[in-house]
């Protein structure tokens, strides 16, 4: 029967819904999760997605596109410049329609948008966010899912600057929300290093409370004698950021991206080379290793936001006034060159990425070998 046989144009009225399934008269069980509910769903033969005319691997293969974390085109969603950086150029969000369309494909469903989002969390010059999004606060952002939710979320990634590392960090690993953890994920970025506005010397130590950069020095010619003499390396202190990792009940596999300009990329490698032979220690007798994980090495072209205040090749300390014509022996500085034409364009320095990888192996003594 046609819809509306009698009703004339433009006085057309909805009547009440016809129920064909009966499951929908059924009263709601309060509280309990639609998934843990004993109510059966509709089989839904009707639809190609079911009736066996579309294979099970296409149909996940769909619903899992559909819940894929997108970046926002909107203009007002991007992020500053100085925030924008590659895979993280504005806001993103998974639109969770489908899991409303009905019960059968909300059942099939429900875990994706957990598992598909990345929970990413950025302690300081991160992008801005309305004030109940809680984006740099994971005690917020976790607090409003429910325990079922909390126990997909499997991978953390933190975009940290130095300070937060060294003195939140461990509080960071106590608390419940990670319970599930079981991949972690921090990146430091050019402007996270101590002290990067004025382009000071880049350092880094997992294994000491509040280190500075003649402590890292000390402590890796430290480790390259010991390893040279079959020795055991510098163990790491407690409160020292990198012991902070045994705190994780369900960790396996760590990942830090290490980032820098093109000044610096030598101090950058010898960093590198030295956090290749951190083991940070775990329970049990295990500890996180880069034995068997693979590197990565990747660059981009950055915008002007990521020079350092000071020239990073005369040492001026304002960019702006920079006398790149002035350098011993009446030549121009090449690199002051190079970086006033960048800026003319309006580019940054090219920045350098080294991502390495760590994983729960059990823990040999040099003694033991």
């Known amino acids: 029967m046609a819809p509306w046989p009698s009703l004339p144009k433009g006085d057309r009225q909805f009547p009440a819904p016809v129920f064909d399934d009966e499951l929908l008269r059924q009263p709601h069980e309060p509280n309990i999760p639609i998934h843990q509910r004993t109510t059966p769903p509709n089989p839904q033969k009707d639809s190609p997605l079911f009736n066996g005319l579309i294979p099970p691997e296409i149909r996940n293969e769909i ?13 007002s969603a991007l992020y500053p410049e100085h925030i924008s950086r590659p895979d993280y150029t504005a806001s993103t969000s998974i639109c969770t329609a489908l899991l409303q369309t009905c019960r059968l494909i909300y059942l099939e469903t429900y875990r994706l948008p957990a598992l598909n989002r990345e929970h990413v969390f950025w302690h300081e010059r991160g992008p801005p966010s ?20 909390l126990d997909l979320v499997t991978e953390i990634h933190l975009f940290t600057q130095m300070y937060w590392l060294e003195q939140s960090f461990e509080d960071f690993c106590r608390r419940s929300f990670n319970a599930k953890v079981e991949k972690l994920k921090i ?3 050019r402007g996270d290093w101590w002290w990067n ?3 000071e010397p880049l350092f880094i130590h997992p294994k000491i409370d509040s280190p500075g950069f003649d402590e890292m020095v000390d402590s890796i010619r430290y480790d390259r004698a010991a390893a040279r003499a079959g020795k055991p390396l510098q163990s790491f202190e407690d409160g020292s950021w990198g012991s902070a ?10 990942e830090i991206e290490f980032e820098t300009s093109d000044d610096k990329s030598e101090e950058l490698e010898n960093i590198v080379d030295w956090a290749k032979t951190w083991k940070f220690p775990m329970k049990e007798g295990t500890v996180l290793s880069t034995e068997g994980c693979e590197e990565e090495n990747w660059s981009w072209e950055s915008t002007v936001s990521y020079w350092s205040e000071n020239c990073p090749y005369c040492g001026v300390s304002s960019r702006a006034t920079c006398d790149f014509t002035q350098v011993p022996g009446g030549e121009a500085n ?10 003319a364009r309006g580019e940054g320095p090219t920045l350098h990425v080294r991502s390495l990888g760590w994983k729960v192996v059990e823990d040999v003594k040099v003694e033991d070998l």
């Not at 740099?136 to 429910?146: A, K, L, Q, T």
């Not at 990792?245 to 760590?254: A, C, G, I, R, T």
């Open 63 to 75: 619903f899992s596109y559909a819940l894929t974390e997108t970046t926002s085109t909107d203009p």
């Open 187 to 189: 990146t430091i970025r």
């Open 334 to 343: 090449p690199g002051c060159v190079e970086m006033r034409a960048r800026m």
């Open 130 to 149: 309305p004030a109940d999004s809680y984006i740099d606060v994971e005690e917020g952002y976790f607090s409003r899912m429910p325990s079922w939710q």
């Open 245 to 254: 990792f045994k705190l994780l009940p369900s960790l396996k596999e760590l």
């Open 197 to 199: 506005e004025s382009n």
